[in-house]
């Protein structure tokens, strides 16, 4: 199986400040990944597919990039509205699997 | 209204059966790849598994920790997705989410992004 990993697991930020969450996938997955933002009691919503496509729809300010084992998404300007868990995960094989997420809260 | 709407959860003795459904509605539901995604509360996401639809083939894939005790099925004629879980364990205790793709990117596989989620339904194994 691939194995994801992120880093940070958690991390607090100020309003409008950057935030950078880093995936690495255990082996070479090209473009094949996607990233989730799941707040609590709800389920994960897609953000961004490809690596770096943002999903119709989502805010400008959510960005992603990266190729083969080490990908980043960034929030240009942390709202408050963007707290909850993040989640990498990649479809270049089955079974499909996931980061463990990056918890995400305002300082 | 595209939805997934997940039942079937509850609380089921170690060594017990449970049987899940999700209803599709608002898509093509004979021509979507279906999947089941796990969440234990307060931890990450797990996939469970995957069943392709009828016209690719129908061919279903588990992960390794449910392979031999869950069983994914689809009623095309009802827009109903299942999971049959048998000889349940404690670690099975999660909330379960059925999932699939209804966005379409040009030369993307029906399941590579999941952007449709159910609202998840809890299923608890404990004595």
């Known amino acids: 199986d691939i194995q994801m990993t992120q880093s940070p697991s958690s991390l607090s930020a100020s309003v409008g400040d950057r935030v950078t969450i880093t995936c690495q996938a255990s082996q070479d997955i090209s473009r094949y990944l996607n990233w989730y933002q799941q707040k609590p009691g709800k389920a994960p919503k897609l953000l961004i597919y490809d690596a770096s496509n943002l999903k119709a729809g989502v805010p400008s300010g959510f960005s992603g990039s990266g190729s083969g084992t080490h990908f980043t998404f960034t929030i240009s300007s942390l709202q408050p509205e963007d707290i909850g868990t993040y989640y990498c995960q990649q479809y270049d094989d089955l079974p499909r699997t996931f980061g463990p997420g990056t918890k995400v809260d305002i300082k | 209204e595209v939805q997934l709407v997940e039942s079937g959860g509850g609380l089921v003795k170690p060594g017990g059966s449970l049987r899940l459904s999700c209803a599709a509605s608002g898509l093509t539901f004979k021509n979507a790849w279906m999947t089941w995604v796990r969440q234990v509360p307060g931890e990450g996401l797990e996939w469970v598994g995957r069943?392709?639809?009828?016209?690719?083939?129908?061919?279903?894939h588990y992960a390794a920790p449910v392979k031999g005790r869950f069983t994914i099925s689809r009623d095309d004629s009802k827009n109903m997705l299942n999971l049959q879980m048998n000889s349940l364990k404690s670690e099975d205790t999660a909330v379960y989410y059925c999932?699939?793709?209804?966005?379409?990117?040009?030369?993307?596989?029906?399941?590579?992004?999941?952007?449709?989620w159910g609202r998840g339904t809890l299923v608890t194994v404990s004595s």
């Open positions: 999932v699939t793709q209804v966005g379409v990117v040009t030369n993307a596989q029906p399941d590579w992004y999941f952007d449709l």
């Open positions: 069943i392709k639809s009828k016209t690719d083939g129908g061919t279903i």
